[in-house]
């Protein structure tokens, strides 16, 4: 990097210990060089100093009262990050390792992403310390109306509209959007996720699992090769894991093991999906129930073992860092030809250093699980036409999407990379471009 180093160096001093932040921030930087030392008009106009700081940053705090009567207190988060294209949207997360720089990263990729949906959103990301691990449903209760209280003051249809993301799923936006509702007197689309029967689109529940796999089919079949046969290696076993599964099956893969934060379950005849659905989705018991049932599947503490079985293709749909260097050593060791990453982050930028000379198929977060915001973004149309499309209409729909931001990705890759497997950079760059022009458009405080 040397055109963009003082703003890299200048977000590192401004932004103290915000390591996750600082890593999807240089990630981007390090890839938007070229495009940006074409335009000195978007220099001058300080555009990349501007992209990377929140337009607003929001941190309130959220207390309730749990089962046994004591005042908990938590921190909420939502950070307002460019809204250059649309109102802010991406989702919220609520996990006890949720902080500052975790939400900095998330809102700063949703940018790109949203922006590669070639729909009109912003980016946006909030969340809370909040553990919804072993709370009772009126825990849970509690603590989304708390939250919704104060964020219900800075969100709306038109100016931000939040979603789920790890730990928020289809009971906590009814939660969230019930107290919206209750407190605005408002029917409006102002959450997305919702449930069918009050605003929600079909097809969303599945979107970034089955969008992850109609982007990497698309990648395949450039390069020749497809889910047919392929061994698969899927990392946790939420929302994004199980409709991962779910559709890599469809297309013919074999998926061996899926995790959650316990530890992993290795399946050598191919994971039970429905066994596997009634035990998150139903149960939301711990992983390791899994081989009471399948008794020839093993299961194994830890998270990182996952990345040590053999397979043709690894789908990371849990969480940020979760592969690193060593891993990505012994993946690539192993003969993994394909990567598709469901999750936000899942690699570190070793790690895609590595993918990247190897020179396997890789697909980068914020265009492989674009797929869930985009539904999202159509839950948004549907909600502001006041009507319902079909499942195949929005998977139709969708499915086109991320045909469209693998095309997006691989033509800028090449234009600017001069290669057209490099889908990191073509990514940030298909997305930054769309944005710096509206920014630009949109002139600046003189
Ligand atoms: P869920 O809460 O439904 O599932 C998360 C899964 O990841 C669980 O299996 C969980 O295990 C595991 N996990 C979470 N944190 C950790 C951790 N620190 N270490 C190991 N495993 C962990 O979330 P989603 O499936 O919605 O999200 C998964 C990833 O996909 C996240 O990175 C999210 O940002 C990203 N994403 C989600 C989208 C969506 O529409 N939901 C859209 C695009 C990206 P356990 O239950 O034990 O905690
Ligand atoms: O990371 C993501 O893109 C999401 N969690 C989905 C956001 C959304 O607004 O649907």
């Given at each position: 990097m040397q055109l963009l180093k003082p703003v890299m160096d200048s977000v590192i001093a401004r932004n103290p210990g915000q390591a996750e932040f600082?890593?999807?921030?240089?990630?981007?930087?390090?890839t938007i060089e070229p495009v940006v030392a074409k335009h000195p008009e978007w220099m001058k106009a300080g555009i990349v100093e501007r992209i990377v700081e929140p337009e607003r940053q929001i941190m309130f705090r959220v207390s309730w009262v749990d089962d046994n009567g004591n005042v908990q207190v938590n921190r909420g988060f939502r950070v307002q990050?460019?809204?250059?294209i649309g109102p802010y949207k991406g989702g919220l997360?609520?996990?006890?390792?949720?902080?500052?720089?975790?939400?900095?990263f998330l809102g700063f990729e949703q940018i790109f992403k949203n922006s590669l949906t070639t729909l009109p959103i912003g980016g946006g990301k909030g969340g809370s310390d909040f553990d919804p691990k072993g709370k009772s449903d009126r825990e849970i209760m509690a603590f989304c109306q708390s939250f919704m209280t104060?964020?219900?003051?800075?969100?709306?249809?038109?100016?931000?509209?939040?979603?789920?993301?790890?730990?928020?799923?289809?009971?906590?936006?009814?939660?969230?959007?019930?107290?919206y509702k209750r407190i605005r007197n408002e029917f409006t689309g102002v959450l997305t996720g919702k449930g069918l029967g009050w605003g929600g689109s079909l097809t969303r529940t599945e979107a970034t699992g089955y969008g992850l796999c109609y982007f990497m089919d698309e990648a395949l079949r450039d390069h020749g090769k497809s889910f047919k046969d392929a061994i698969t290696v899927i990392s946790g076993s939420g929302n994004v894991a199980i409709y991962a599964a779910q559709k890599a099956t469809e297309l013919g893969a074999k998926v061996v093991a899926m995790s959650d934060s316990s530890g992993y379950v290795y399946d050598p005849e191919g994971i039970d999906l429905a066994l596997m659905k009634e035990l998150?989705?139903?149960?939301?018991?711990r992983i390791s129930e899994y081989v009471k049932t399948r008794t020839n599947a093993t299961f194994t503490v830890g998270c990182r073992g996952i990345w040590t079985i053999k397979c043709d293709i690894a789908l990371?749909?849990?969480?940020?860092?979760?592969?690193?260097?060593?891993?990505?050593?012994?993946?690539?060791?192993?003969?993994?030809?394909?990567?598709?990453?469901?999750?936000?982050?899942p690699s570190t930028n070793e790690a895609i250093a590595k993918y990247l000379k190897a020179g396997i198929i890789f697909g980068p977060a914020k265009a492989a699980n674009a797929g869930g915001v985009a539904t999202s973004a159509l839950e948004m149309s549907q909600n502001s036409m006041r009507l319902s499309w079909t499942f195949e209409?929005?998977?139709?729909?969708?499915?086109s999407i991320m045909k469209s931001i693998y095309k997006a990705a691989s033509d800028a890759a090449e234009e600017y990379a001069g290669d057209r497997n490099n889908l990191v950079a073509g990514a940030n760059i298909a997305g930054f471009v769309k944005v710096a022009n509206a920014m630009y458009a949109q002139g600046v405080a003189y």
């Open positions: 600082h890593q999807a921030v240089e990630e981007v930087l390090e990050f460019n809204s250059a997360r609520f996990h006890p390792s949720v902080n500052l720089s975790i939400i900095k104060e964020l219900s003051k800075h969100i709306g249809a038109d100016t931000d509209v939040p979603a789920g993301d790890i730990g928020v799923g289809g009971r906590e936006i009814g939660y969230l959007y019930g107290q998150k989705e139903v149960k939301r018991a990371p749909c849990a969480t940020q860092n979760e592969i690193d260097a060593e891993s990505a050593d012994i993946l690539l060791k192993n003969g993994t030809w394909a990567i598709g990453e469901g999750a936000n982050m209409e929005v998977d139709a729909k969708l499915k």
